[in-house]
């Protein structure tokens, strides 16, 4: 009874900001479910995420309460601090999915003011730390978790539009307000992924620094297509045609530049998996689908929390084709999530049960 006290103590205690990446995730591939017209799998996986959220609070709020200097210090911790950022996008998430599926304004309301006040306070402390950090280039700052910032900024403008369209509020400058939210991240996004693509491309890059976050580097520019699709849909006509146009122009530039990054990204997965702690010649059933790590074998188990940061992009990338695809009319942009959709089912599925063997197995992954 002490050890299994012990390891609840030190499981709140070492608790992974990261985890909420599991209800971005989840949350994303149900919506984007539910738009390739498969509600029953949407709708599962949406209690699904109401249970994975209701638990990851919990388990923060306790941490909070009983182990407040290990929050400050991974607050204060640069490389850490932005992993805090999956709260505010994993909350704005669950709201985005009471709407969908409860038409509940009122709760998706609290919640995204819960994300905004998290916002700021994570946002204060990323400038407290930079500021504080020891002069580095710039390149060496960043990494894959860096984007939750435009990922985290963007969420914000889009519950915000889906909450106004909701409500039936046809307010302008309601309206105006989260499109600058939402040009923000945008502009924030060209001003970082320059120093990523630098730091990936054009600095020795051995598959075991391949970081799942990374995948955010697509899934960014998925978030502002989805966005800017949504902008487009719901804006009030007296904001006029103008701002549609060059909303539309950038959802579809984003767009662009995220489907750019996914052969990159599933090589990069592929050339990781194939290799890193594999003595010997690469198992057969790694070779033929060597995400199977995330779930599979003894001495092969490839997980860690942050893996969760792939299924996000992935699972974005789908819902931002489609509403991209119904919002300029193109047949052939719908053809797309049939098939990526599924993918992303698979991905989170094989993560899912990769987080499952790591709680249950009250130990780390081998990594």
Same mark, same amino acid.
């Given at each position: ?17 990261? %985890?909420?990446?599991? @209800? ?35 388990? $923060? ?9 290990? @929050? ?28 969908v599926f409860r038409q509940d304004t009122g709760l998706a309301s609290l919640l995204w003011l819960v994300a905004l006040i998290s916002w700021i306070i994570c946002i204060y402390f990323i400038l407290s730390d930079f500021i504080r950090m020891p002069r580095k280039r710039m390149w060496e700052t960043v990494s894959g978790a860096t984007l939750l910032i435009i990922v985290s900024t963007v969420s914000v403008a889009l519950l915000w539009v889906r909450l106004l369209d909701a409500a039936a509020i046809q307010v302008t400058y309601a309206y105006l307000a989260a499109w600058m939210l ?6 924030? %996004?060209?001003?970082?992924?320059? $120093? ?67 052969? %990159? ?35 092969? %188990? ?42 992303? $089912? ?6 899912? @049960? ?14």
């Amino acid at each position: 009874m002490q050890q299994f006290v012990s390891v609840i103590t030190n499981g709140i205690k070492d608790f992974h900001p990261a %985890y909420f990446a599991m @209800v971005m995730a989840t949350g994303i591939v149900s919506i984007a479910f539910e738009g390739m017209a498969c509600p029953h799998i949407a709708k599962i996986l949406f209690l699904l995420n109401l249970v994975f959220y209701s638990i990851l609070c919990g388990i $923060l709020a306790a941490r909070i309460l009983l182990f407040r200097s290990n @929050v400050m210090a991974d607050l204060r911790t640069f490389p850490r601090v932005w992993l805090f950022l999956t709260f505010v996008v994993g909350t704005n998430t669950i709201g985005a999915q009471l709407i969908v599926f409860r038409q509940d304004t009122g709760l998706a309301s609290l919640l995204w003011l819960v994300a905004l006040i998290s916002w700021i306070i994570c946002i204060y402390f990323i400038l407290s730390d930079f500021i504080r950090m020891p002069r580095k280039r710039m390149w060496e700052t960043v990494s894959g978790a860096t984007l939750l910032i435009i990922v985290s900024t963007v969420s914000v403008a889009l519950l915000w539009v889906r909450l106004l369209d909701a409500a039936a509020i046809q307010v302008t400058y309601a309206y105006l307000a989260a499109w600058m939210l939402w040009i923000s991240g945008f502009i924030l %996004y060209l001003f970082v992924i320059p $120093l990523i693509i630098y730091r990936l491309f054009f600095r020795i890059l051995e598959p075991k620094d391949w970081e799942a976050p990374y995948w955010i580097c697509m899934g960014a520019p998925a978030i502002i297509t989805l966005t800017g699709s949504e902008f487009v849909m719901c804006m009030p006509a007296v904001a006029g045609e103008d701002i549609r146009e060059i909303t539309l122009r950038i959802a579809i530039f984003a767009w662009i530049i995220g489907t750019s990054w996914i052969p %990159y990204q599933l090589f990069m997965d592929i050339r990781q998996f194939i290799t890193i702690n594999i003595a010997g010649p690469t198992p057969l059933w790694i070779k033929t689908f060597p995400w199977s790590r995330l779930a599979f074998g003894r001495r092969h %188990y490839f997980y860690d929390p942050p893996s969760w940061s792939r299924v996000f992009p992935i699972g974005m990338y789908t819902a931002c084709t489609l509403s991209l695809a119904k919002v300029t009319g193109s047949g052939s942009l719908e053809i797309i999530p049939q098939y990526w959709g599924w993918f992303a $089912l698979l991905i989170w599925s094989l993560t899912l @049960v990769g987080t499952f063997r790591a709680v249950i197995s009250l130990k780390p992954p081998l990594r």
